[in-house]
């Protein structure tokens, strides 16, 4: 009974401390959201000047991260809202909601009234009902500079049919976070996790909810059994037998003054619903066998066919004390349910002309083609860098993994495909983070993401596509663009110090980076072909905070919103 008694007691404590540090995380995050929401208020005035529906065809989307991608549930098309975007000094959110027709393969850029506001690192689940609806929860907002956040804990409802957004207001529900995960189990939405942060303070959750579908009600969870600590960034997925899955995952913790170190989780839980002793969830840890992932963060996940659960990408971060160098990944991996088992997603390859002529192939050809490959039945992944020159004229080095076609590592297909009846090296998606995944038709769809180049961050706006059912090889629908990339760092032009800064202000070479600031801003790029229409919703909120800052504080808004675009009119114009 002694042991008991201190265990809950043990446990009673733990809960009071998360208790207290959300408060201290509350009341110093505070002024911080008050800061940021009269911004957030201004882009959603901008957004009120919209009273109809406008669908208009378009050019992909811009580079972005942190997106929700997801499949129309009765439409041949991918949902994509939201999302981020970094240049180097200034951080840029979306609320824009573009549809991809995957038979046409065309994009529409579709302005809806009232939309939520600008926000990333958000959830949505598509549910058919009343013929489809995208809701979307929480997620967060940057300031320009990328030093302050606002965690929103707002709930959304697209609806499809009818293409308008409404706010569900419901008391009860989680506070305000991003990283979370949520899915759609039976008539309830299921949200856990996630993470709330301000300039000096965060906090990781493990909590769980539901909201009601039919009632509009959130309640909390109280799973019994032992869960999951407390993380954002995991996988949460339904089984076929109607229990959801949570694996992986990270969550950082302050192990000294001003120094945190992070944890990139590798286990997996069963969260199952009792059947008969209503609202009842219990936890349970599982050990799956298979080819598991490597322990990684920034991973995307997706549902492929018969309920097994896709993992792609990410990175491996490899922390020092003072210092964090991470490895991308593009490598894929199925979780299977049913058997708890993990399996590496290999792809066959193209079919070559040697498949035609296998019955009546000779034994010497084969075996020339053996001794060719080494002699070896798998190949070694072939690396290829390429180099690619952005606008600003840094060089991006992108890294693409030629892999040798394999045996498939999905049981989906029966066929014999040998390394050395396949066809040629496959490129697959670079490395990367972040990206966002859906899929649609037993294919998997892939856009975004990024990852890092030294000190700089490469945004993409790529799209692939890949038959789940052939796992042959991937299929390019938009093509990494260089000059789509815009990178402002002062770093990037440290080693022409010389020529460079002569150029632009007269500065020696030992000149301070702050007196080069003060002497003319870099405005942001007009990419080669953009009209001005598509130049100002992507740089608005530099314009608007530039004006500001001339105007003065006490500045009305619509003075303030007139002065940024005949500010960025000007300079587009001058650009062109």
Not at 345 to 368: D, I, T
Not at 375 to 388: D, M, R
Not at 467 to 492: I, R, Y
Request: hydrophobic share 30%.
């Amino acid at each position: 009974m002694g042991k008991k008694g201190k265990k809950e007691k043990k446990g009673r404590g733990a809960e009071k401390t998360a208790a207290k540090m959300e408060k201290k995380v509350s009341k110093r995050s505070r002024k911080e959201e008050e800061d940021l929401e009269a911004l957030i208020a201004h882009f959603q005035t901008l957004d009120a000047q919209k009273t109809q529906i406008v669908e208009t065809p378009c050019s992909p989307p811009s580079p972005r991260l942190n997106a929700s991608f997801s499949a129309h549930p009765e439409k041949d098309e991918l949902i994509l809202f939201g999302g981020e975007y970094f240049n180097g000094q200034k951080t840029f959110l979306y609320n824009e909601l573009y549809t991809y027709n995957i038979r046409k393969d065309t994009w529409t850029k579709v302005e809806i009234p009232n939309p939520p506001p600008r926000r990333c690192a958000h959830q949505a689940v598509v549910v058919p009902q009343c013929g489809g609806q995208l809701w979307i929860f929480g997620g967060e907002f940057a300031s320009p500079n990328g030093e302050q956040f606002y965690h929103y804990k707002d709930l959304w409802v697209l609806h499809l049919a009818t293409k308008t957004w409404e706010q569900v207001r419901s008391p009860g529900g989680p506070s305000g976070r991003s990283g979370h995960r949520m899915v759609a189990w039976k008539r309830q939405l299921i949200l856990f996790g996630g993470f709330h942060e301000s300039t000096r303070d965060y906090i990781y959750y493990n909590d769980v909810f539901a909201f009601n579908l039919d009632t509009f009600t959130w309640s909390k969870l109280s799973p019994s059994g032992t869960g999951p600590t407390p993380r954002s960034g995991c996988q949460l997925s339904i089984t076929p037998q109607g229990s959801i899955v949570i694996y992986g995952g990270y969550s950082k913790q302050r192990i000294k003054k001003d120094v945190d170190k992070g944890t990139q989780h590798s286990d997996m839980f069963l969260l199952k619903f009792e059947e008969g002793r209503e609202g009842r969830w219990v936890w349970t840890r599982i050990n799956p066998s298979g080819a598991k992932p490597t322990p990684r963060s920034g991973f995307s996940v997706a549902m492929a066919p018969n309920y097994q659960t896709l993992l792609f990408g990410g990175v491996c971060d490899e922390e020092e004390e003072e210092s964090l160098e991470g490895d991308f990944l593009n490598d894929l991996h199925f979780y299977d349910a049913t058997k708890n088992r993990w399996f590496a997603g290999q792809l066959k390859g193209p079919k070559s002309e040697k498949r035609k002529r296998r019955r009546g192939a000779k034994a010497e050809p084969e075996g020339a083609n053996k001794q060719e490959c080494g002699g070896t039945s798998a190949q070694a992944p072939l690396e290829v860098v390429k180099e690619v020159v952005a606008e600003d004229g840094t060089v991006v080095t992108i890294k693409q993994m030629l892999t040798a076609p394999g045996p498939a590592g999905q049981p989906q297909s029966d066929e014999d495909d040998s390394p050395e009846e396949a066809g040629s090296p496959m490129v697959e998606p670079c490395p990367r983070s972040n990206a966002m995944l859906a899929v649609k038709h037993s294919r998997l769809y892939l856009y975004g993401g990024m990852f890092e180049a030294g000190d700089r961050q490469v945004t993409l706006s790529d799209l692939y596509c890949l038959d789940l059912h052939k796992m042959d090889e991937w299929t390019v629908l938009v093509e990494a663009d260089p000059e789509t990339q815009e990178w402002l760092e002062e770093t990037d032009s440290e080693e022409d110090s010389g020529a460079d800064a002569g150029a632009e202000g007269g500065e020696d070479d030992d000149s301070e980076d702050s007196s080069e600031e003060d002497e003319e801003p870099q405005h942001p790029l007009v990419m080669p072909g953009e009209r001005f229409a598509d130049y100002l919703p992507r740089t608005e909120q530099y314009w608007v905070r530039l004006a500001q800052d001339d105007a003065g504080p006490d500045a009305k808004e619509k003075r303030v919103l007139k002065a940024a675009q005949a500010m960025a009119k000007a300079f587009f114009d001058d650009s062109a």
